[in-house]
Each structure stands twice: as C-alpha cells, then as structure tokens.
C-alpha cells in the first residue's frame, strides 16, 4: 500500500527564518514525489516534482530513500509563503493513483 | 489556454439523495481523476478516466461512479448519499506522458444533511 505522512498539521515561523516541511512515505518500487500548494483562496497547483530537480519560488525538495523522505526546504521564508503544503506519491508510468498526505499549514509570520 | 472548470460550485443534498458534478477537463488534457477531500485531510482518490473509460480507482463504494465525454469532461455521480459525502470534491485533469502531473479545479463543496 502507499501512504504519505505529514506528521505536522501546522508549522509557524518568522519571516526569514528556514523552513522544513516534513514528508515520509512508503511504496514498494520506485515512487514519483510531489509537493502541492494551496494559497488562500486558490486551487491546489503543482509546487514540484522531485524528478524535475528544479528550486520553485525558492523551494527545492530531495527524496532520501534510504530514509523514505521527500523533505521541502526553503533557506528563507517569505510571508507570501503562507499556504497549506501536500505531499503526494504516485508510481511510475500509464496508469497511476496519486496518494496525498494530509497536509501541512505553513504560517509565516511578519 | 483554459484551466479545470468544475460546476457547481456548492450543492446542499439530503441523505438517500443522489447527486451529479461536472468537471472540464484542461484544454489539451484526455485524462481526468475525482478526488473526495475531507476537512482537514488531503485529497483521496476516487477514479480516474483516461478516453472515456475508467482507468482506475480508489477505495470508494460503487455508488461513486462516473463518465468522461468525448470532449473529456467528465461527470461523477454519488448515489444514496450519507453524511460522512460531505467534503469538497476536487476533479485534476492531465495528459500523457506526465499523467502524474496533475491540474486541479476549484472543487464542488457538497453539503449532505
């Protein structure tokens, strides 16, 4: 089975201080990682695909596998950062179910 | 280019009802899947319709089904509804390769009473 886990609901930190949104998951294979964002009053939209390897809006993620985690970092957290962050896993190729951990609130504050 | 569009926006039901939401797929995109979100959790699974044929799905009774169109939008229907229906349903459509990159609509937050 695959599951995504997301053990914080909330994460407050100060405006330029590093940020660290947890994520673990488990999948036997080899899994596709992703993180989503919701702003306030907007659609949940790709925020990055740990395939891509790419920084967006100054977030990067790794995938550990040997510690099954998709960790997303930001050096700086900015208060338009504010939103609620999914992790989500998907397998490989044709047909895939993405699985979506429960997500985390990430308040920045001024 | 145009984005996911679902309708309606809100819907109040009363239980043993049945209900239809509409999802339009992103200019482009052959591939659409319904996600059920509770409050407070992620989005789950329902299925998925790749040209108009169920291509998978989640851990949801048979009263949750479906239909994609030939223009790929698609429709899921719940019947009999309960209580524990009310969330916010949320349709992602995507394209071959990158099925796994998905774009979301807004969602229909259906209400059941």
């Known amino acids: 089975a695959q599951r995504v886990t997301q053990p914080e609901k909330l994460l407050s930190v100060f405006k330029g201080a590093p940020v660290e949104l947890k994520c673990n998951y488990s999948?036997?294979?080899?899994?596709?990682l992703f993180w989503y964002v919701q702003y306030s009053r907007q659609r949940l939209q790709l925020l990055l695909r740990h395939i891509s390897r790419e920084s967006i809006k100054g977030f990067t993620a790794d995938l550990n596998k040997g510690e099954t985690s998709f960790h997303l970092k930001k050096p700086f957290a900015q208060e338009e950062d504010s939103a609620m962050y999914y992790c989500?896993?998907?397998?490989?190729?044709?047909?895939?179910?993405?699985?979506f951990g429960t997500g985390t609130k990430l308040q920045v504050i001024p | 280019e145009t984005g996911v569009t679902q309708s309606p926006t809100h819907l109040i039901k009363t239980r043993g009802q049945q209900v239809t939401l509409r999802c339009s797929s992103q200019?482009?995109?052959?591939?659409v899947s319904w996600y059920q979100q509770a409050l407070g959790q992620g989005p789950q699974f329902i299925f998925q319709?790749?040209?108009?044929?169920?291509?998978g799905r989640g851990n949801f009774p048979p009263r949750f089904s479906g239909l994609q169109f030939p223009n790929y939008s698609s429709e899921l229907n719940v019947n009999a509804l309960e209580l524990d229906d009310s969330a916010l349903y949320l349709c992602?459509?995507?394209?071959?390769?990158?099925?796994?990159?998905?774009?979301f609509g807004p969602g229909t937050r259906l209400l059941v009473l």
């Open positions: 200019s482009g995109h052959n591939t």
């Open positions: 992602a459509s995507s394209s071959p390769p990158s099925t796994e990159t998905q774009y």
């Open positions: 999948y036997s294979g080899s899994p596709e």
């Open positions: 319709y790749y040209r108009e044929e169920e291509n």
């Open positions: 989500a896993l998907s397998g490989r190729g044709g047909y895939q179910k993405v699985t």
